[in-house]
């Protein structure tokens, strides 16, 4: 827990928390998708970087009895239980294999973003597909994000976290070019759906983000990119009732292996 949630007091609490309200405000979206493309019993599905699980647990009773559900993340500590059919495994997508062409729909939320290695665990995930199978990833485009009309000392503290300066690795825009790699690799069918939504404090709407802010401030507060007066501030600020934002834009990018 330490390599991955740093060591601050809570910290895990914090993510646990974060990860529920960001499965609230993006479930719903998540869902019209699978529904769209035709989730049905008896499928068998890979739901990569599952976090809470709870992606997992509504396409368990989507297959059913004979359909199969296998949810993997690098870390299981936010996992709920699940049901029989949701085989729940730890595994890297990175450096790992999973097996080829056994999955009728593959998906993964807010993940490629920050993996390293992200294009090549693409074509893995393509490999993966059944003929015909779905692929489904979404993630953001945060241009623009930083860049809406804030009050300080806020303002500066979200162009840092907006513009993933945490993880010299991560591409917060990255699902502006994932089209672009389903195109490459031949999969047919493609359309995307954008989102974009007003964040509010103490609702899932904003609290996916804020509370990664407070989970990130002490580290800032630790490199002097912020002071402690400036950490309660900016809790202050974004936990105010008439607080509201505009969202990053999320991206839902759908793919199909080709049949023959």
Request: aromatic share 6%; charged share 25%; no cysteine.
């Amino acid at each position: 827990m330490a390599e991955r949630y740093g060591t601050h007091e809570n910290e895990a609490e914090i993510e646990r928390e974060r990860l529920a309200m960001l499965a609230a405000v993006r479930d719903p979206k998540t869902f019209a998708v699978f529904e769209r493309i035709g989730v049905a019993k008896g499928m068998h599905v890979l739901e990569v970087g599952a976090g809470t699980g709870s992606v997992s647990g509504w396409l368990s009773q989507k297959v059913g009895d004979g359909g199969k559900v296998l949810s993997v993340d690098i870390d299981l500590q936010f996992h709920a239980d699940m049901p029989d059919n949701v085989e729940v495994k730890k595994l890297d997508i990175e450096n790992e294999s999973i097996p080829k062409e056994k999955y009728d729909i593959i998906h993964a939320r807010a993940v490629l973003q920050h993996l390293p290695s992200r294009e090549v665990v693409i074509p893995k995930l393509i490999q993966g597909l059944k003929p015909g199978g779905w692929l489904v990833l979404e993630d953001g485009q945060f241009i623009g994000f930083g860049e809406q009309s804030l009050v300080e000392p806020y303002k500066t503290i979200h162009q840092i976290m907006a513009a993933g300066n945490q993880e010299k690795w991560r591409d917060p825009n990255f699902g502006l070019h994932i089209l672009d790699r389903f195109r490459s690799n031949g999969l047919t069918e493609l359309d995307v759906i954008g989102d974009i939504w007003a964040m509010r404090p103490n609702e899932p709407s904003g609290e996916w983000w804020f509370l990664a802010l407070e989970r990130a401030m002490p580290r800032l507060v630790e490199a002097g990119l912020m002071t402690p007066d400036d950490q309660q501030n900016v809790l202050k600020q974004v936990r105010e009732p008439s607080f509201v934002m505009i969202s990053p834009v999320s991206i839902t990018t759908i793919g199909r292996k080709s049949i023959t």
